[in-house]
């Protein structure tokens, strides 16, 4: 699913650049439309990572290693375990049907589709606010805090009565905590890599679709065997190893003197960091609306995305009535989960190659296969077609992701980027929400998932079309925003040489004076 993105983004404030999710950024006024006047081939390497620190305090130097390897290691879990789980919910599905379903119910398709599409939805929706708790308190307070609420709710998860407990329980709680520890774990990789950033986030970004090959099988596992109570305290594991792999995300000294100092006193070897943090100039940059091709991205992504999350949370249920006969059925979310990992990396690289803003081109393309793959999942009356839906599906998933934060970097440029992804994302999550509930309840309504997939395959064809005009609108405006530049140019050229010219003037006139 989504989190993200090969790219190296950077991000001021007390943080850095940020790969794939959204990075706290303490924001300023957009002072241009789309990235830097410099040459897209050299955009990358004017990519910022700064912690904050004392007022005119420079930039650390990332260590490109070292303690950094843990890091991304402590990364690759939380980005694995949060999204794993959320993939995974097909098989939580089935089993919370089982478990509270009843005969008397027509609805409960749709109930319970709500306790997933709550819990992803929730996780996106908290990544403005995040970017801000990031901003002032640092990554590692806040990944360490958003675990600890991960496991209160995975715990309180395992002793409800009925359904509707588990939409705060699950759904809020469980969802807000995943969304405090996910972010901060992108945000630090930007601490300790500059020049490996797009390798470590290509590694940390396909943890989730290790754990989504692997968990599927152990949930399935866990449910039959011992019930979906304890398969949720089993899980309660996973984030109690997250908050202890919070604890590695360790801040670098922003300057030689205050390195120095931090290492003879100890702070920096520290479970918190006593600095103090720079208050972020904004809070929340609404300026970056104001660039017309991202506005028009940030509407149409959330668009495209209304049918996105349903094969995740419906697919399983969808098996077990058509193919009840097949074994090993949750081998169709390991497919998916193989092939969006290949996308990350494969797309990832395809990227690099492709300039500036038409990287979009591949999002639309993403989509475009997205979407027919959807309308194809009722069509499959074999098993091995299905399979082989899941395949391209998960192929073009990885290709959506990869791509994110590249695209937000050349809509907006380096400084703005964290916010873009993070409003982005707070956005997305409400059709992530909204989407697998109505699929439930056509369903539930119709008694099968056909209609439900065939109109989840619609949306993400719209907007994609949508997307197809970004590139024309971004290079219009960087068209204007050059001619203006070149005015300016020009008026700065004319103003040099009537000063000049009115200093040799006062010149010859003194000289003129003194002869005299």
């Not at 801000?132 to 496991?151: E, N, P, Y």
């Not at 309180?156 to 759904?171: M, N």
């Amino acid at each position: 699913m989504v989190p993200s993105q090969e790219d190296p983004a950077a991000a001021r404030g007390t943080s850095e650049a940020q790969p794939p999710g959204p990075a706290p950024l303490g924001a300023a006024p957009l002072p241009g439309l789309g990235p830097s006047d410099s040459p897209e081939a050299t955009a990358a390497e004017k990519v910022e990572v700064e912690l904050a620190g004392p007022a005119g305090a420079e930039p650390p130097e990332p260590p490109e290693g070292g303690w950094g390897w843990l890091v991304m290691l402590a990364a690759m879990w939380c980005n694995g375990s949060v999204f794993g789980i959320q993939n995974a919910c097909g098989v939580l599905f089935v089993s919370m049907l089982k478990t509270f379903g009843s005969k008397d119910d027509d609805k409960m398709v749709f109930k319970t589709a709500w306790v997933s599409s709550l819990s992803m939805g929730m996780i996106f929706f908290c990544c403005p606010i995040v970017s801000v708790f990031t901003d002032i308190l640092g990554c590692r307070k806040t990944a360490v805090m958003g675990a600890a609420f991960g496991f209160v709710g995975l715990m309180s998860s395992s002793f409800v009565s009925s359904i509707e407990p588990l939409y705060l329980t699950y759904g809020i709680i469980f969802a807000c905590g995943c969304s405090f520890a996910y972010q901060p774990s992108l945000v630090i990789l930007g601490h300790y890599f500059k020049k490996r950033l797009g390798l470590v986030n290509g590694i940390v970004t396909a943890g989730s679709s290790v754990f989504t090959i692997l968990l599927p099988f152990l949930l399935r596992v866990l449910t039959d065997s011992v019930g979906l109570f304890y398969t949720l305290r089993v899980l309660c594991i996973f984030m109690f190893v997250l908050f202890l792999a919070a604890f590695t995300y360790r801040p670098l000294a922003s300057s030689a003197k205050e390195k120095d100092s931090g290492t003879k006193g100890g702070n920096r070897f520290s479970l918190f960091s006593r600095r103090k943090f720079s208050p972020p100039k904004k809070i929340f940059n609404f300026a970056i609306f104001k660039v017309t091709a991202y506005a028009a991205w940030a509407a149409g992504i959330p668009l495209a995305l209304f049918g996105y999350f349903v094969p995740y949370v419906h697919l399983m249920k969808h098996v077990n009535e058509r193919f009840q006969d097949e074994k090993n059925k949750e081998v169709v979310l390991m497919c998916i989960g193989i092939t969006s990992g290949v996308g990350r990396l494969l797309f990832g690289r395809i990227a690099d190659y492709v300039p500036g803003v038409k990287k979009v081109y591949l999002q639309v393309l993403s989509f475009f296969f997205i979407g027919l793959m959807s309308m194809m999942i009722p069509l499959c009356s074999v098993f091995g077609a299905l399979i082989a839906v899941c395949l391209i599906m998960g192929l073009f998933d990885g290709c959506f992701i990869s791509i994110m934060a590249p695209i937000a970097f050349e809509l907006v440029g380096a400084q703005d980027v964290s916010q873009a992804i993070g409003f982005l994302l707070g956005f997305i999550s409400i059709p992530m929400t909204v989407g697998p509930p109505v699929a439930g309840l056509l369903r539930d309504k119709l008694g099968s998932y056909d209609v439900a997939f065939y109109l989840a395959g619609i949306p993400p064809l719209i907007g994609g079309a949508v997307l197809c005009f970004i590139p024309w609108i971004h290079s219009k405006k960087q068209r204007e925003l050059g001619k203006s530049t070149e005015g300016e140019k020009m008026e700065k050229m004319l103003e040099n040489q009537n000063s000049l010219l009115s200093s040799s003037s006062g010149i010859f006139k003194k000289e003129s004076d003194s002869v005299i």
